[in-house]
Nanobody, 124 residues
């Protein structure tokens, strides 16, 4: 009922930038929060950044000051499209990046949906 799709991954040199996009669609009444997670080979999935409908943001210590999560349209707080701007990328940022959206459906049920992930590789 809810489709989450990431885009914008790729190969970038150390020190470079990428912007990831997360688009949520479907029978959505409200999106309460959108989070970006990442998983490197052999490691557990970890939270990178999260944004709430109220505009609050939170970041992993490893990305503070380098990554920025934002809403495509902050005036309406609907979070249907969320970006992750990644600057000063490091090789240790290499991972598959996943988007997660949580909220409520039009039928009053809740949802917690994941995208398929997008690969980010930081290498010279």
């Amino acid at each position: 009922q809810v489709h989450v799709a990431e885009s914008g991954g790729g190969l970038v040199q150390p020190g470079g930038s990428l912007r990831l996009s997360c688009a949520a669609s479907g029978n959505i009444y409200v999106i309460n929060a959108v989070g970006w997670y990442r998983q490197a080979p052999g490691q557990q999935r970890e939270l990178v950044a999260v944004i709430t409908a109220g505009g609050s943001t939170n970041y992993a210590d490893s990305v503070k000051g380098r990554f920025t999560i934002s809403n495509d349209n902050p005036l309406n707080n609907r979070l249907n499209t969320v970006y992750l701007q990644m600057n000063s990328l490091k090789p240790q940022d290499t991972a598959v990046y996943y988007c997660n959206a949580r909220g409520g459906l039009s039928n009053l049920q809740t949802f917690d949906s994941w995208g398929q992930g997008t690969q980010v590789t930081v290498s010279s």
